[in-house]
């Protein structure tokens, strides 16, 4: 049972232009939501986050939107550099829970000049 | 660089065979989760360790096993070992017990042969 679905695989966008990632979840009871980057022989680094409480939160180039009524969330990245080029995971969890992260299973962006 | 650090960064062994995996925190951090990246699979949540006690545990099979150390570093033991098994495996570490921002290592590389 996938609780937290990243549909789309990979995505390409050109330099200087934004990139949406998306994410989808399904346990309504999911209060709190990260991004992580990951790059080649690396571990996943964290990038971004959002408390349920929030529909958005914003760190330099990149936002995250919350959608609790559709349990969507997405990262937008603008503008999109080169370096961006990264698998991003979005994942979940119950604050005061079960202290599991839940991760999708990451979509590849290429960003090209 | 993430401060938590992973041993072996690759590991190659065969079927039925038994290894460890090590995984030393970020200084001052409590909390160690281990997690399993498959091939085009997202990061699987094993277990977790805070200060020493299992907190939380996820879909980890009763061939793996962890224990957390009193300096707090952790070991991931796998035995049995299956062509399946082979995946990254990920440490990360955060201070308090709660899923919030999590430090991950720069991972084991398991190939079982």
């Known amino acids: 049972d996938q609780q937290v679905k990243q549909n789309s695989p990979s995505l390409s966008v050109q330099e200087g232009r934004i990139s949406i990632l998306n994410c989808d979840y399904t346990n309504s009871m999911f209060d709190y939501f990260l991004w992580y980057k990951k790059y080649p022989a690396e571990g996943p680094t964290f990038l971004i986050s959002?408390?349920?409480?929030?529909d958005k939160n914003e760190d330099g180039r990149f936002t995250v939107f919350l959608n609790k009524s559709a349990k969507h969330l997405s990262l937008h990245i603008v503008p999109s550099q080169p370096g961006d080029s990264a698998v991003y995971f979005c994942?979940?969890?119950?604050?005061?829970?079960?202290?599991?992260?839940?991760f999708g299973t990451g979509t590849r962006l290429q960003v090209f000049p | 660089d993430s401060g938590v650090t992973q041993t072996p960064k690759h590991l190659i062994t065969a079927t039925g065979q038994r290894v460890t995996l090590r995984c030393s925190p970020r200084?001052?951090?409590?909390?160690v989760y281990w997690y399993q990246q498959s091939l085009d699979q997202g990061l699987q949540f094993l277990i977790q360790y805070y200060n020493g006690e299992e907190r939380a545990k996820g879909n980890i099979l009763e061939r793996f096993s962890a224990q957390q150390f009193p300096d707090l570093h952790s070991e991931l033991n796998l035995s049995s070992l299956e062509l399946g098994d082979s995946a990254l495996y990920f440490c990360?570490?955060?201070?308090?017990?709660?899923?919030?921002?999590?430090?991950f290592g720069p991972g084991t590389r398991l190939t079982v042969l």
């Open positions: 200084s001052g951090d409590l909390s």
């Open positions: 990360a570490s955060s201070v308090r017990p709660t899923s919030d921002e999590q430090f």
């Open positions: 959002i408390s349920s409480i929030k």
């Open positions: 994942a979940a969890s119950v604050v005061f829970g079960t202290d599991k992260l839940i």
